[in-house]
């Protein structure tokens, strides 16, 4: 049973003549297996020990102590066995029976000495095919047995696993005609390889030369790389200088946007209106602010008629020197509070004429301001300087304004134009009215100050600033053509 289910056979080296005969297989695998066998992993040794009762009693012994599942029979104990069978019959037996049962008991022995050898090598081929040494107690070949019998479960499994496939195959064999049908398929098959790899060989050239191709455009690349990135740099040093021309185009557009505005609205601006502005503030005529006139129900210091008078004669002087006017037996000197006219007197003699003896003119200072401060029944005499120089300014603004209106008959060009006038006339102190004029119905006023006649000077105050309101518009209108036939 052994030798049939391992993998490995095992047979007596010697085996005797009255044992078993076995096969020329078996016994070389016996001998194979004997040469092969090695000493057991775990070596068990079991002390051997006698009974008393014999070995006839070993199993009883066994089953009453647990632990003791197997004896191992030494040689002496052969050997007494031996000895006791031997010498029993010769106390017994005569001679010749002695001889009949030495035989029997020699061949018993033989026979008992076959078994155990037997067992012996069995048990030694067991424990060299395997990590436990044989024999074993009851609950190894448990535990064995019942590996075994997994085993063996997993390997009937196995089998019928195999013997399945084995039906399915045998269940698969196609017939003749499936055969032919698939050697058709095939030889299709085979056909539309080579189609297919004949395609394929020709797509690997044409891949080929794509690749060639492709290095070859990569070569390009990398060249159009350099051009583009040397591009991009020229580009952005050029948008840089570029901006900056921008910014500062944009800086001088911005700066010729103001000057031209700024131009344009100085164009616009009177500077001699800014400078002198004119007006009124009710009875009184007014000169930046400042009135100039006096009234009973109105008192009006003598400070601010004297800074008002200082503003009209520097009016005067500045619109002359701005027309070239020169005034004849006149000079005005404008000095704020202070400012004085003086008159101009050549005497009447011969050597007036005398190119050589020159003679000195006369100059006579009249004060264009007065402190008010006048004695009663004395005003008249004491204010008589202060009236010379008004009556005197009075000249001034009659001279200039007749030059206006003869220099303004014509504009710029030469063409002839509508002379202008004065709004009111001027005849030594007094101030006429125009409309009062053509009509021969005459209004006038007189510039000479009186100090129950203070409505009168009043009025006459503010005609006068009338007319040097008029003579100022006349500056400006001939700054202004100067100054477009300059930009023109």
Sequence with gaps: MLADSGSVHQQPSHPRSSGPVYGQERREEYERASHESRSPAIKRTIPSHRSKYGGGNAASNDKENPAMSFVMLSDS???QARNSRHEAPQKTTRDGRRHHSESVTFDGEHLVADKIETTSRLYEILSARS???????????????????????????????????????????????????????????????????????????????????????????????????????????????????????????????????QL?????????????NIGYDGDFGTINGLRLGKLSNKNV????????????????????????????????NPMGSTSIVERIEYPSSASANDPSHPTKPKVTSLSLYSSGDYPLGLGGLLSRSFDNAMVAFLECVRQLGEFVERTSSHDGNGVPISGLKMPYAIRKDRLHTIASTNSGSEDSVSI??????????????????????FLLAHASNVAGSSRKRADA
């Design 77 to 79: 104990q052969v050997v």
């Design 448 to 469: 000479k100050f009186g100090a129950f006649a203070q409505e009168e000077w009043s009025k006459a105050c503010k005609w006068l600033l009338t007319c040097c309101k």
């Design 131 to 261: 990590d436990i040494d044989h024999p074993i107690c009851v609950e190894c070949t448990e535990l064995l047995v019942e590996g075994l019998q997994k085993r063996l479960a997993s390997a009937t499994k196995e089998r019928d696993a195999y013997v399945e496939f084995l039906r399915q195959a045998n269940a698969d064999i196609p017939s003749e005609e499936e055969v032919q049908q698939a050697k058709g398929e095939l030889a299709k098959i085979r056909e539309r390889e080579a189609k297919a790899i004949t395609e394929l060989e020709k797509l690997e050239a044409e891949k080929a030369a794509l690749d060639d191709e492709i290095a070859a455009l990569d070569v390009e690349a990398e060249v159009l790389d350099r051009e583009e990135e040397a591009f991009w740099a020229e580009r952005n040093a050029f948008t840089v200088t570029l901006s900056r021309f921008q910014d500062e185009r944009n800086r001088i557009n911005t700066q010729y946007e103001h000057d031209t505005k």
């Design 264 to 276: 344009q609205r100085l164009q616009r601006t009177n500077v001699y209106n800014d400078t002198f």
């Design 301 to 332: 210091e003598w400070t601010e008629i004297n800074a008002a008078w200082g503003q009209t004669c520097l009016l005067l002087a500045t619109v002359a020197d701005k027309l070239g006017f020169s005034f004849q037996g006149y000079r005005l």
